[in-house]
Structure formats: structure tokens, C-alpha cells
């Protein structure tokens, strides 16, 4: 009986999970923690749940093995070595588990972005390596999540069980891995498709499988980024064994309850898009847009522990920021609000300035301005605004004191991580206007001096 994969996508967070079934039982790899998407492709697919794998503990996003397995009575598979609160069904390297008659499926252990790592590898004439966070589309997973003292190690591993990979596996094996779709597990990226890829093709683009182990870990570290604040939290969550998503609705709160948290030092978050809120929002709230990376950079940069309240235009804009953060372990909204900014306070509504890069550029003309970059440090030294002040989003929080009290004009990319820091700056008080513009494409037509730290007199 033929192999049908269906993936599920969370492109929020760059992952994906995958459900793969014969017509009659399926096997599950990396689901996420909201379950109702897997349980419903398997409903939609007439199949039943038998056995689910975890290529490793993750360090994104709360899994949703554990609490699937329970739901189904499915088989929960995890590294014998790894430590976890929890009966599993221990997996070893080279183990092979019959899913089904035509399905089986043999663990490898590819350590590099976890020491316990596993990929999984399914049989036939169509066969598939489920990769995980170790080799990915054109790039490996990130080395440097166990701390700093372990990077330099498991890149090493993660060469070499890259390269394992390649030797065992044959040309046409589809490569499918958890990892790599904008999430910040990965190392780095060769590009090349973002929809699918096999050993052969890896084989051509991937510098992990052309370059000698020595260089690739020079390159490696060298392109590691920071990555989100609350990934700490993530795999002991996922050792403890993490119960499935409470969606249940929020409580709702009025008026006087919102004004009563925000006074309380609670975080309201406005869910609507920057130009919806800088049209006007209620003064001291904080603006993630849902058309962005929302979970990621609220995990980020909020306290953790800190309650959050969310402000949407609709109950389906709330439900979908909500499901968002169970995925990373914020699992309940302390309330929520729906409709228009107005009916959420009786104070008058705070409005956030907007403009161009060639907004910036005629104001410089006429007098000074401080501009503030909030991207990260791999975008700055590419190239920034000469005379900018530098402050990535993700230190914005713990350094506002730091954000000059004067007129402050904010930029990122293109706008969204800009209209995050610059609500969080005009809580303060301090005046802040949004740069909603690309940077790319903008900033030097505009006639704006962009430096970088390889050629600093260039423009």
C-alpha cells in the first residue's frame, strides 16, 4: 500500500510536523502542541494514530508528542538517553520500528543540534529521512543551543552526522526536516527550495556536504545570531512531559479591568496590524501584529511570567494569537478584548507617527534626529544608516534606558519589528516615530548615508 506524508506547517515559527500513513495507521514526527491539526488531518485521512517520534527535545516550541500520544494511546518514541520525567518507548540508533506492514522506520543518531539527536528514515521505494534539526535545506541546525561551552562539539557532530546522512542514505531520499522555514534553530542558510529537497540535492548546495569539517565549523560560528530569550524555557517544559494546549476562550475584561492591569505593570498587547494601531490605540499598550513572527518576538522580549492581555479586532484574531503562544508556553492570556480601541478605554487614544526613509532623509536636512536601528547585529554590519544608534529589538526591554529621550525615529527591515519597539518606546513617554519602510529598497534611494563595517565610507 503506497506512503501518503502530509505536513503541517507553523510558519510562525519556521517548524513543521508530519503525519505519514499507509490508508489505514499513521506515525506522527515533531507535533506541535496544539493538537487539533494533526488529530484532525488524521480524521480528514480516515487513519489512526499509532505510533508518534521525536527527533529530539526541542528547544523552540512546547512539543505536542507527549499529550498526542496520551490522546491517541499511540507509542511515544524519544531517545533512551535523554532525560525526561515521563514513559516513553526508548529509541536507539539503528533501531527499526514496523509502524506497518509497508511502513518502517529506523533511527539515526545525527547529534549536532542536540547531543541525543535522532533523524528517522522510512523504507520503500519512495524512502525519507526525517531530519529534524540536523540536516536542513541547505543549511544544518543551529549547535550553539546548550550553551556556549558545548557549540564548538556539536558543530563537529553536526558535520559529521550530516555527512553520515549522505553516506548511508541514496540520492532520491526526500530530505524533511523540522527545522529551517525561518525558524531561528537554524544555522544558517545556503538557500535553495524552501518546499522540498533530497540527499542529491543537498549534496549540491549544502555547505555542510562540500566544504572540510574545519571550515564549516569556522563558518558556522561565525554566522550564529542570537536566538529568542525564551528558548531557555522550552526543553526542560518538554522534558516534563507538556499537557496539550488549553485554547478554552480567555476570560473578557472591560474597561476599568484593562486600565486596572495596565496599571499593574501587565502587558496588553494590540494584535491589530502598525498601521491599524498607529492610526490609534490605547496609550501604554504594546503593538504585535499577527501578520508577523508574534509568538517569537513576544516570547522574546517579554518578562517571563508576566502576564498578557490581548486587544484583537475579533474573537477569531484572539483565538489565533492565543494558539500562537501556547507554542511556546505562555498558555493562558490573562484576558482579552475585542472590537475597536475605543471601546477599550475611556482615555483618549495614543497615536504613533509614521513615515519614509526619504521622510528621514528630508527631515535630516532641516534639523537633527536621532534614528534608532533595532535590528540585529548581522543586518547592522551589512550595512546601516551612518550616524545611527544601534539596539536590536531583542535588548529593547532590558536597555530602554539606553533609547535617547529626544525625538526618536525607529527602523528595522521593513517596519513590523519597528513598530514593536517604538510602542514599547512611546510607553515611556519619549516621542518615536515608526519608520514603516523597507530598508533595502528605500533607505539609499532615499539619499541616506548607509555604511558598513566592511567599507565604512561607502553610500
Same mark, same amino acid.
Given at each position: 500500500m503506497a506512503t501518503t506524508i502530509i505536513t503541517l506547517e507553523t510558519s510562525t515559527l519556521g517548524d513543521r510536523s508530519y503525519l505519514v500513513h499507509d490508508g489505514e495507521v499513521a506515525f506522527v514526527v515533531d507535533p506541535q502542541r496544539d493538537l487539533d491539526r494533526m488529530l484532525d488531518a488524521a480524521k480528514q485521512a480516515g487513519v489512526r494514530i499509532t505510533h508518534v517520534f521525536?527527533? #529530539?527535545? #526541542?528547544?523552540? +516550541?512546547?512539543?505536542?508528542?507527549?499529550?498526542?500520544?496520551?490522546e491517541t494511546g499511540a507509542a511515544y518514541f524519544v531517545n533512551a538517553e535523554d532525560e525526561v520525567s515521563f514513559e516513553r518507548t526508548p529509541v536507539r540508533d539503528d533501531d527499526v520500528v514496523e509502524v506497518?506492514?509497508?511502513?518502517r522506520v529506523r533511527a539515526m543518531h545525527t547529534p549536532g543540534h542536540t547531543f541525543t539527536h535522532l533523524s528517522y528514515v522510512l523504507a520503500?521505494?519512495?524512502?525519507?529521512?526525517?531530519s529534524g534539526g540536523s540536516l536542513l535545506f541547505g543549511s544544518t541546525g543551529r549547535p550553539d543551543l546548550l550553551g556556549e561551552g558545548h557549540t564548538d562539539e556539536l558543530a563537529r557532530h553536526q558535520y559529521r552526522s550530516a555527512r553520515r546522512l549522505a553516506a548511508e542514505l541514496s540520492d532520491e531520499t526526500q530530505v524533511m526536516p523540522t527545522h529551517g522555514f525561518g525558524s531561528f534553530c537554524a544555522a544558517t542558510s545556503a538557500g535553495g527550495s524552501t518546499t522540498a529537497s533530497t540527499i542529491g540535492q543537498e549534496r549540491l548546495i549544502n555547505p555542510v556536504l562540500s566544504q572540510d569539517e574545519e571550515d564549516f565549523v569556522a563558518d558556522? /560560528?561565525?554566522?550564529?545570531?542570537? +536566538?529568542? %530569550?525564551?528558548?531557555?524555557?522550552?526543553?526542560?517544559?518538554?522534558?516534563?512531559?507538556p499537557s496539550a494546549a488549553d485554547l478554552s476562550e480567555p476570560e473578557r475584561a472591560d474597561k476599568s479591568e484593562l486600565r486596572r492591569r495596565l496599571e499593574a505593570g501587565e502587558w496588553l498587547v494590540d494584535l491589530r496590524s502598525r498601521t491599524a494601531f498607529a492610526a490609534g490605540h490605547v496609550p501604554g499598550t504594546f503593538n504585535f501584529g499577527l501578520d508577523g513572527q508574534? %509568538?517569537? +518576538? =513576544?516570547? *522574546?522580549?517579554?518578562?517571563?511570567?508576566?502576564?498578557?492581555? =490581548? /486587544?484583537g479586532e475579533s474573537r477569531e484574531q484572539v483565538a489565533e494569537a492565543q494558539r500562537e503562544l501556547s507554542r511556546i508556553g505562555i498558555d493562558r492570556p490573562a484576558a482579552a478584548a475585542t472590537g475597536?480601541?475605543?471601546? *477599550?478605554?475611556?482615555?483618549?487614544?495614543?497615536? =504613533?507617527?509614521? %513615515?519614509?526613509?526619504?521622510?528621514?532623509?528630508?527631515?535630516? #536636512? #532641516?534639523?537633527?534626529?536621532?534614528? /534608532?536601528?533595532?535590528?540585529?547585529?548581522?543586518?547592522?554590519?551589512e550595512a546601516h544608516i551612518d550616524g545611527a544608534v544601534h539596539l536590536p529589538i531583542h535588548d529593547i526591554v532590558t536597555r530602554m534606558d539606553e533609547v535617547p529621550e529626544e525625538e526618536v525615529w525607529v527602523h528595522c527591515a521593513s517596519g513590523y519589528r519597528a513598530s514593536i519597539s517604538a510602542s514599547l518606546i512611546a510607553a515611556t513617554g519619549r516621542r518615536v516615530v515608526v519608520i514603516d519602510d523597507s530598508f533595502d529598497r528605500s533607505a539609499a534611494s532615499a539619499g541616506l548615508p548607509i555604511v558598513s563595517e566592511s567599507d565604512p565610507v561607502s553610500s
Open positions: 521525536e527527533t #529530539h527535545v #526541542h528547544n523552540d +516550541y512546547v512539543t505536542g508528542g507527549f499529550a498526542l500520544a496520551q506497518s506492514p509497508s511502513m520503500g521505494e519512495e524512502p525519507v529521512v526525517f558556522t /560560528l561565525a554566522g550564529l545570531d542570537v +536566538y529568542p %530569550a525564551y528558548y531557555v524555557h522550552m526543553g526542560p517544559a518538554n522534558a516534563a512531559g508574534f %509568538a517569537t +518576538y =513576544l516570547g *522574546w522580549l517579554i518578562p517571563w511570567g508576566t502576564p498578557v492581555t =490581548l /486587544l475597536r480601541p475605543e471601546e *477599550w478605554t475611556d482615555a483618549p487614544l495614543a497615536q =504613533l507617527q509614521s %513615515a519614509s526613509f526619504a521622510d528621514l532623509a528630508q527631515v535630516r #536636512h #532641516h534639523r537633527p534626529v536621532t534614528v /534608532l536601528d533595532v535590528r540585529r547585529v548581522s543586518e547592522w554590519r
